[in-house]
């Protein structure tokens, strides 16, 4: 049986994210995921905002790693090569309530630690974003806040972790978690069993049945959905704009994307575990939503529509992220609901100082490389890049995804890589063939070919998504 100082439980952005900031230490990890890639859960399903910290209460555990994961976004950006666009951001306010309410979040920020927050008026507000509506009075003005592609920064954590010796086990539900003689873990999933000495619980919404399982605190789950929709690219991406937000929700966002894109971000409702279907009055008012903080947004430019949902511990509505107070070595990332994206840098460093408290010996790695080298995005090289490309290997020019641009080469790559992808969806969000305009209407049976070619299997074992998800079924015509 495989024997590890460290098991990570969900290979979402807060477990790859924590992989990667452990991996710098002489220690043996496993990161163990129950779907058949990362990124699949909550991480695939976020608006990517890099909200910059003014939003969570002072004093709660999201207030102390919102600011601080903004804050190192930009070295983590640098270091793993993902994209990352600290523009800023305006919560617009239309009355003198609203402007009240921008006080006291600017008030609210500076406690917890976020910087450059200014109310504004009018004239500002058009210099930052002349798109935003003319109706807005005034706005608080917050320069620390960015966006990532969420998923983008989860593969890239994953691959440095990899890089660096920490094994990643996928389509390895975890089952069952025993006590080992010597007060450890062992850890039965349904491809292997494997011994920790430490447990890290970052299993997303099932984060309560891991702590039941390991013996650590109950906690009783709400799924708060969110829908969220995406509209084509822009001439220019837009900066993100909030509007005043309520008690209970930041309300709905509009913002750019590092692709361009325009994504409308999010409604919440308490919905049934696991519902992540749309629905017509949730992307209603996101449109209208977003239409009074961006009265000129092209609504027809909608290309999809999908939900997510945020893992919120009920009666604590915090992030716990401890050393469980029921069971030695099992350390909680749990109740990770919004900001999580946001905070992952932050998680990662709050629970290298749990592992160090748990009395594991921190010796730093002496071939340490925090740097990953990015895959190549053939749509953004220059002219001469891509000729290069083309003439080292003509894969590069064979064009499959022609509305993002993704030749036949960086989706090879994106299957090759550690941990590399293995569905056509794992596929899209590497290199984001099929995430145009005709969300894959051209190129998915060509992504399936390939997959199947770089898999050694046939295209009908080729899933969309999960296992389980076939997109063919068989031959039409045999031997065709
Ligand atoms: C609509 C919406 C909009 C949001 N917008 C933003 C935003 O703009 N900015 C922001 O900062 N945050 C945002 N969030 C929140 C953010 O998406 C989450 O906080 C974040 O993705 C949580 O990451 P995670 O790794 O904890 O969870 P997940 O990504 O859900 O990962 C958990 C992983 O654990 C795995 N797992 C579960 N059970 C088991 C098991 N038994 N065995 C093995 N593996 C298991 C799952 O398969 C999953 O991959 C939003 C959320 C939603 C729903």
Known sequence: ???????????????????????????????????????????KANGGLVHAGYDPA????????????????????????????????????????????????????????????????????REHEPRASAEATSALWCPSTGYVDPFEVAIAAAENAAANGVAFMREAPVRAIERTGDGGFRIVTDRAAMEGRVLINAAGNECADISRMAGGETMEMAWRQGNIVVLDHEARPLMPLYPTPTPVSKGVIVTGTVHGNTVITATAHERAAGDTETYADDIEALLAGARKLVPDLDC???????????????????????????????????????????????????VEELVREEGLALAPRADWDPHRCA???????????????????????????????????????????????VSVEGVKRRCRAGMGRC???????????????????????????????????GPVKEGR
Do not use: H
């Not at 710098?24 to 496993?30: F, K, V």
């Not at 994961?69 to 994209?83: D, M, N, P, Q, T």
């Not at 716990?320 to 900001?339: D, E």
């Open 300 to 350: 027809r430019r909608v290309v999809r529509a999908f939900a997510g949902g945020r893992a919120v511990i009920r009666g604590l509505n915090d992030f716990m992220i401890r050393r469980s107070s029921c069971r030695p070595g099992l350390i909680q990332a749990a109740g990770i609901q919004s900001p999580g994206v946001a905070s992952a840098p932050a998680i990662a460093e709050r």
């Open 58 to 125: 002072p004093g709660t555990c999201k207030a102390r790693v919102n600011a601080r994961g903004c804050e190192l976004y930009g070295r983590w950006s640098e270091e793993l090569g993902f994209a990352f666009r600290r523009c800023g951001s305006m919560v617009l306010a239309f009355s003198d309530g609203d402007r009240a309410q921008l006080e006291r979040l600017r008030v609210q920020g500076e406690r917890n630690g976020v910087q450059g927050l200014e109310l504004i008026g009018p004239d500002v507000i």
């Open 439 to 473: 969300q894959s209407g051209f190129c998915q049976s060509k992504v399936v070919r390939i997959l199947a070619r770089e898999l050694e299997c046939d295209p009908w074992d080729v899933p969309l998504e999960d296992a389980g998800s076939p997109i063919v079924y």
């Open 375 to 421: 895959p190549t995005d053939f749509d953004t090289a220059s002219l001469e890049q891509q000729q290069a490309l083309i003439e080292l290997d003509p894969a590069w020019g064979r064009i499959v995804c022609r509305c993002e641009t993704v030749p036949e080469a960086e989706i090879v790559e994106a299957i090759r890589r550690d941990p590399g992808a």
């Open 1 to 43: 049986m495989d024997r590890y100082d460290i098991v990570i439980v969900g290979g979402g952005i807060v477990g790859c994210a924590i992989a990667r900031q452990l991996a710098r230490y002489d220690l043996a990890i496993a990161v163990v995921e129950a779907a058949n890639d990362i990124a699949c859960g909550s991480t």
